[in-house]
């Protein structure tokens, strides 16, 4: 999709939400704004998409659908900041990385294992001396954390991506918190699409009986965890899952995080 359809749909929310540009980045000679969309509350969720850019599902859903997620945040008290399509040369080419061939996503902190020696991901739950912000990485990840790093953390957080490496339409999530609060989420999706459930994702994850994963891989939600967030999630959908699918799944994981960052189970009533 070009992104200039893509920000102009953004835009037509203005009646909804506060939408502004946090930044532009440059690639290939053209300047991509960077949106953040807000709408007040008592409580807050942070919604970030599209870091990836041939996973296009999550800044399609919320482009879709936004109307109906504000209304729900809305009659539970939660504000919400979005961040829809952080990678914008990437969701317009279809590729991962952005124009310059960088990689955001995994640029919010990094740990220090032993003096001296730091690391991007933890493979399991190693001690470490310490984590700290990371001031490298491609624009579009500086850019993002420099303007989430202005507020303060909010009550739940959740990163929208897909997997574009595994076959068959299916879902799978990384989660921080308590897990009994994501099985009714990972119910509902499972009667959607396949859960993949105490599966091998990558070389270094496997799911869980719920279908879910804890990795500390330096992401947006694994700093959001590291500053107390008690609600923090990435959510996949494959990206071969149709895409009306992916958007019955990411509906349902946004609207049990309001409910999350409203302090109610999803599931119970508000």
Not at 60 to 67: M, V
Not at 225 to 230: A, D, I, K, N, T
Not at 231 to 238: D, G, H, K, V, Y
Request: charged share 25%; glycine share 8%; aromatic share 12%.
């Amino acid at each position: 999709m070009d992104y200039t359809d893509y920000a102009r749909r953004i835009r037509s929310f203005a009646s909804l939400a506060d939408v502004s540009e946090y930044g532009q980045v440059l690639e290939g000679g053209r300047e991509y704004p960077l949106f953040r969309l807000i709408v007040p509350g008592k409580r807050w969720l942070v919604l970030t998409s599209g870091f990836h850019g041939e996973e296009p599902a999550g800044p399609l859903t919320l482009a879709e659908h936004l109307p109906e997620v504000i209304a729900y945040a809305k009659a539970r008290g939660v504000g919400l900041r979005i961040y829809p399509c952080i990678n914008p040369s990437g969701f317009e080419d279809g590729t991962r990385y952005n124009r310059s061939d960088e990689k955001p996503n995994n640029d919010f902190l990094r740990y220090e294992v032993a003096p001296g020696e730091w690391r991007g991901e933890l493979n399991g739950d190693p001690p470490f001396l310490r984590w700290a912000l990371y001031d490298g990485g491609p624009k579009e990840t500086r850019a993002v954390r420099t303007d989430l790093a202005r507020f303060a953390p909010p009550d739940a957080a959740l990163d929208i991506h897909q997997d574009n490496y595994l076959p068959g339409p299916a879902t799978y999530a990384y989660t921080f918190g308590d897990k009994a609060a994501y099985r009714p989420l990972v119910a509902a999706c499972a009667a959607r699409v396949a859960v993949l459930r105490q599966r091998k994702v990558d070389e270094n994850n496997v799911t869980d009986a719920d279908g879910l994963i804890e990795f500390h891989d330096g992401s947006v939600t694994d700093w959001y965890m590291r500053l107390g967030v008690p609600w923090a999630a990435t959510l996949e959908t494959t990206t071969v899952t149709p895409l009306a699918t992916c958007h019955a799944v990411n509906l349902i994981w946004i609207r049990g995080f309001v409910d999350l960052a409203a302090g109610v189970r999803p599931g119970e009533p508000p």
